[in-house]
């Protein structure tokens, strides 16, 4: 029977590491500052122009806030449900350093602004060709950071032709087989029908994979990478002379804020103070005929709050006449006073 492996509805599970030639396309990334957790099994992704998108530096930099300064499972002082649920996924990984070698990421958590510098110097020593810019980030000596960072570069075996290829109905650009040699670069897995199939494609360097699964619930990636892994041994479906093989390129340059877990308070002893001041991670996906690329950082500040009773919140809304004062630090006479007694001083909203 002919096979075509169009890629047309595609889970790509990518395990990478060092070579790819492709060019990187310049510019900001996606900021969704909105993004809510896609909580889907025990991978808290996120959806962005409805794709699923997960990577695992959260998961590097939330376990090394646990494991060196907290010396536990991080603990909310919160009874929102999905805040709870979120860190209790997160507290459970499902990807840790040893899902990586060593070469490919970096990890670092402490306090104040110096480990950002170090952070900053770090990273930009093991990694030249690390895209993100440097962490602008300004610590008090008692705040707390905690960053995780990796980089995999994959090329095929060979490298695949340029090619307009069909997503959904719609032209994009893409790659495929055209030869013998590059039908090599694909080892099938598992294949039930022409939607429904899981391929390897080759890379020169066999420690790491690059998979594609077309055909599978696009709501649930647990079900995907557990017919990844019960299909993974060494009897592969042979590829035909006559079997084809097309995808799509791939462009990803996304910034994602952890906003449901933000200005939320730990309940660990001795750092009942804290809370997550800011949670983020920025993630870059490149594919081609040559390979792929995937840069993934995440980023967690604790900052110190004063000592306030924070289970009533104060509302620090100017709605009524106020007094704007100016004056130096060092001086107890103030150099500007105004007395706000109406709306004359304001922007009328039209």
């Known amino acids: 029977m002919k096979k075509i492996f169009f890629i047309t509805l595609v889970t790509a599970c990518l395990l990478l590491s060092a070579g790819c ?21 025990n991978y808290l992704g996120s959806e962005f122009k409805g794709n ?20 536990e499972k991080l603990k909310l002082d919160t009874d929102d449900e999905v805040a709870l649920r979120m860190a209790e996924i997160l507290n459970n990984p499902v990807f840790t350093k040893n899902d990586l ?14 480990t950002v510098d170090i952070i900053n110097r770090e990273s930009r020593k093991k ?32 490298e695949f032709e340029k090619k307009d290829v069909s997503f959904e109905g719609e ?18 897995l598992k294949y039930e029908s022409d939607d429904k199939f899981i391929v390897s494609l080759q890379l020169r360097d066999e420690s790491d994979q690059l998979i594609l699964a077309k055909g599978y619930d696009m709501e649930k990636p647990q079900n995907v990478v557990d017919e990844i892994n019960g299909n993974g041994g060494s009897d592969f479906i042979k590829i035909g002379e006559h079997d084809r093989f097309e995808a ?42 040559k390979g792929a690329r995937v ?29 704007v004062v100016m004056k130096r630090k060092d001086s107890k006479n ?16 039209k």
Not at 269 to 288: L, T, V, W
Not at 295 to 323: F, G, R, T
């Open 21 to 41: 030639n492709n060019q990187q396309v310049q510019g900001q990334p996606e900021i969704v500052r909105d993004t809510k957790a896609k909580i889907t099994d």
């Open 52 to 71: 699923f998108i997960w990577g695992g530096a959260m998961n590097l930099a939330w376990n090394e806030l646990n494991e060196n300064i907290l010396k």
């Open 101 to 114: 070698d060593e070469k490919s990421y970096y990890v670092k958590s402490g306090y104040g602004q110096e």
């Open 127 to 158: 990694f030249p060709s690390k895209s993100f810019a440097d962490l602008k980030l300004d610590l008090s000596p008692a705040d707390i950071i905690s960053y995780a960072y990796f980089l995999k570069e994959v090329e095929y075996q060979t």
């Open 171 to 188: 032209n994009v650009k893409g790659f495929y087989a055209k030869v013998k040699g590059e039908l090599d670069n694909l080892k099938i």
């Open 248 to 289: 799509p390129k791939l462009h990803l340059d996304y910034h994602r804020d952890y906003v449901e877990l933000i200005g939320r308070y730990l309940a660990n002893k001795g750092f009942e103070s804290y809370f997550i001041g800011q949670m983020f991670e920025n993630i870059k996906f490149d594919m081609d005929e």
């Open 295 to 323: 840069e993934n950082e995440a980023v967690i500040v604790l900052p110190k709050s004063v000592s306030i009773d924070k289970d009533k919140p104060k509302n620090l809304i100017l709605d009524k006449p106020y007094w």
């Open 334 to 349: 103030p150099y500007f006073i105004l007395g706000v007694k109406n709306t004359e001083l304001m922007e009328k909203v």
